[in-house]
Structure formats: C-alpha cells, structure tokens
C-alpha cells in the first residue's frame, strides 16, 4: 500500500496504481504552474490497469468552503489543467523520472474524475453544506463528459468499491 495524504485525509492505494501528487512534481511547480496566469492540479493520480484515475479532494467537514466560485467549473478546470501539464511534463520535464511517470498515465484507455468531498455530518450556518452529492455529479458530468461520462463524487462513509483506494482521516496521537 502506498499512503499520500491531504489534509487531514489518508488515502491508501494499492501498491499496483504507482500513485502520486501531480503538484508537488518540480515540473509543476517549476515550470507549469505559472502558465497562462495559473494552471491548476488535481490532488492525486494513479492508474489502475488501462484507467488513469484524477482525484482532487475537499474537506469542508474541517472548514467551510470560502471560495465564491462554483465548486463544479473549479473541478473541471482543474482536471483540464493536469491533463495539459501532463502532455507538457512528458515532452518537457527535465526529471526523467517525471517524465516516465507522465507518460506511463498517459498511456491510460479510460479516464475517471473522482471528487472526493467531506461536508460536515450536522449542517449549520457557520458550516453548510457545499450541495448535495447528486447534484454536484451532475454538474461534473455535463463539464466533463469528453473526459468522464460519469464522474465520482465520494466520501469518507461512501467510497465506492472499485477504485484502488481506501480513504481514513488521520488520526493525531
């Protein structure tokens, strides 16, 4: 098993998906990241067998969402830019491991969009709900349909059982 963590979320993928943090690659933080005023990144990619997997994750059980913008067009942009940064980095990356690594996702048949979205358990004024599952889903699907014709949006409680991952929140000692 393979851990990468994101906030105070633990995501643990089966060993076979080689996963990792597209935004902590240095070419895209070195390189990518500044294009066209900002390119954005998803949280995780893996790949598992011929179905490259782009997993971003938001945990507002922990804290409200503060961004004004729509939750839904954030994704998508999201998903856009990784997979533009990943053309770049195969042809231009000057790690050659981040160039292999690229290029082995790349080689992906299949493309999934997972959300993975915590809100908090008891909805208040102070922490609302960001919308509801199905709806975001929705949403996704209409932006993202050349890429996912059916996204995935998941918690903690509701991961669903085939993507190569389990997800937990951390536990501090």
Request: glycine content about 4%; proline content about 7%; charged content about 30%.
């Amino acid at each position: 098993m393979t851990e990468l963590n994101e906030g105070e979320l633990s995501f643990r993928f089966e060993c076979r998906t080689n996963p990792f943090k597209y935004d902590e690659m240095a070419f895209y933080r070195n390189q990518f990241q500044a294009v066209c005023e900002g390119a954005k990144a998803v949280d995780f990619l893996c790949k598992d067998g011929s179905c490259g997997y782009l997993v971003e994750v938001k945990d507002y059980a922990q804290a409200p969402r503060t961004k004004p913008s729509d939750l839904p067009q954030e994704i998508a942009e999201k998903v856009r830019d990784t997979l533009a940064g990943l053309v770049a980095c195969k042809a231009n990356a000057n790690d050659h491991e981040e160039r292999g690594r690229a290029d082995q996702w790349l080689s992906s048949t299949r493309l999934r969009v997972v959300l993975h979205l915590e809100q908090p358990k008891r909805p208040s004024r102070l922490k609302p709900r960001v919308a509801e599952p199905q709806d975001l889903r929705q949403k996704l699907k209409q932006l993202l349909k050349a890429i996912d014709a059916h996204p995935m949006v998941a918690d903690c409680a509701h991961t669903p059982s085939d993507v190569p991952w389990s997800v937990a929140r951390r536990q501090h000692p």
